[in-house]
């Protein structure tokens, strides 16, 4: 009864105005799931998707700084590679037939089209020590070794003949055995020299074999002699 006064008309507004206010409220959660509110935001990724880049095909050429080069312009791609001229198919380059790198080269710089050796070993490696290019040099005392110009090192290993004698020793610093007391034979277990007769006892005469010192020694025996069998 109250709405058909003026102020029971103002009353009624309030309390229209009141619910209103009340549903937009309960009501909004559900908007922010809604995706047609972020226009901004998709009208941001819009405009990202449509964002047209340089396209220099046809036009110029481009190097790996982001330079851009005209048409018939010589350029260098990158730091080491080989000069290019822009055309309109993109970069034609130059392909130059580079010459080898030394195979001891120990220092490569690609600093132009064709890679550089600026180092070359000049030494050889032997056993963990290192020789000068054309040096001699006896790692061993039955070794002769050379480092050659190829850095390689060439060896010849001595050949000891044949002593002669049957107790050869090695001294110090010498490849072969040396005989010190020079040729000498066995006669028996007896070590005679060689070149000469010698008695081994009183009734045995030996001598050692000419050139073959390995052998035993060549002996005679002979009569004893009476007068030392009776005294």
């Not at 000891?160 to 000498?184: F, L």
Request: aromatic letters at 8%.
């Amino acid at each position: 009864m109250w709405m058909s006064t003026p102020r029971g008309r103002m009353r009624a507004r309030l309390w229209a105005a009141s619910v209103l206010l009340l549903s937009l409220s309960v009501a909004s959660p559900a908007a922010v799931d809604n995706p047609q509110d972020y226009t901004a935001d998709e009208a941001e990724r819009t405009a990202v998707d449509n964002i047209i880049f340089d396209d220099y095909r046809g036009k110029g050429c481009v190097d790996d700084s982001g330079f851009v080069y005209k048409l018939g312009e010589r350029f260098y791609p990158g730091h080491s590679n080989c000069p290019c001229e822009c055309t309109e198919d993109g970069p034609v380059c130059d392909q130059p037939e580079c010459p080898k790198l030394h195979p001891k080269c120990t220092k490569v710089e690609h600093n132009g089209c064709c890679p550089e050796c600026k180092e070359v070993r000049n030494f050889c490696e032997y056993r963990g020590k290192t020789y000068k290019i054309l040096e001699e040099f006896k790692p061993s005392p039955c070794e002769w070794c050379r480092c050659e110009p190829n850095n390689e090192v060439h060896c010849v290993v001595s050949d000891c003949a044949v002593p002669e004698c049957v107790n050869p020793v090695y001294e110090p610093e010498q490849c072969c055995p040396i005989c010190k007391n020079g040729p000498n034979c066995f006669a028996g277990t007896t070590i005679i020299p060689a070149g000469i007769e010698v008695k081994v006892d009183d009734c045995t005469i030996c001598r050692c074999h000419n050139g073959d010192w390995w052998k035993p020694a060549q002996c005679l025996r002979r009569e004893c002699l009476n007068s030392q069998s009776l005294s």
